[in-house]
């Protein structure tokens, strides 16, 4: 199918005739979409709706994007694209803190975020003819099953932070620059303002217990990238 069966999508845009345009345009390539137009309504309809992916503005009425964000992460790992005023790299980052997986930058041009949508959704299908667990001492990964685990610990990911660790793991002893990473997850290139790799690295870095001063897990190579350490998870 063409949607490649994301199925529906909660939109949660204010801007009636901006809502109005996607939702016709995903409909049109085979997606079920439910339109919320406020943020206070928008965790009931997620948890009515029950989508495959939210596309969520930040600046909303009756509470702001960024808080809805985090109520639908604290429940659920579905895939969630925020909507972010344009040239503001401060809403991209807050955005990803608090659970994004991706984002679009208005004025949105409905055919990008349909591109955005479908690589979310072939980030979600695992490929049957590659590996599809990962093991580095207590460190183990599961992408069939999306889970990590940390010992006998689970440890739990967004959509994004998963495949990043994937990406990073399955690379292991290699520098990945941050323009490798986005052009590999994203299909855009390191503009040298874009920060979201940055994030996603903290953030991983606190969930897997590597020491944000002095990582060792996750190691920063000045001036080139990261380079994930299969020797650190040794007992």
């Not at 909507?83 to 930058?105: M, N, P």
């Not at 690379?171 to 620059?177: H, M, T, V």
Request: charged share 30%.
């Amino acid at each position: 199918m063409d949607n490649l069966g994301f199925g529906r999508v909660l939109l949660v845009e204010d801007d009636e005739r901006l809502a109005t345009l996607i939702a016709h345009f995903l409909r049109q390539h085979g997606y079920e979409v439910r339109t919320v137009h406020r943020g206070d309504l928008a965790v009931a309809a997620f948890v009515e709706f029950k989508p495959k992916v939210v596309v969520l503005d930040l600046m909303l009425p009756g509470q702001s994007g960024l808080q809805v964000c985090r109520e639908i992460r604290s429940v659920s790992d579905t895939p969630i694209v925020i909507l972010t005023a344009k040239e503001d790299d401060l809403d991209h980052i807050l955005g990803l803190e608090s659970g994004a997986d991706d984002y679009v930058i208005k004025p949105i041009k409905p055919p990008v975020l349909l591109a955005r949508l479908r690589a979310l959704q072939r980030r979600q299908v695992p490929d049957a003819d590659v590996c599809n667990a990962l093991t580095f001492g207590h460190l183990a990964i599961d992408r069939s099953r999306r889970e990590v685990r940390l010992g006998d610990e689970a440890v739990e990911l967004t959509t994004m932070e998963f495949e990043l660790l994937w990406l990073l793991a399955s690379a292991a002893g290699k520098i990945l620059s941050r323009d490798e990473i986005l052009n590999r997850m994203r299909g855009i290139a390191f503009d040298g303002l874009n920060r979201s790799v940055d994030v996603y690295i903290s953030k991983l870095r606190g969930k897997l217990n590597d020491n944000p001063r002095e990582p060792v897990c996750i190691k920063t190579v000045w001036g080139k990238g990261y380079l994930f350490n299969p020797f650190a998870w040794e007992l």
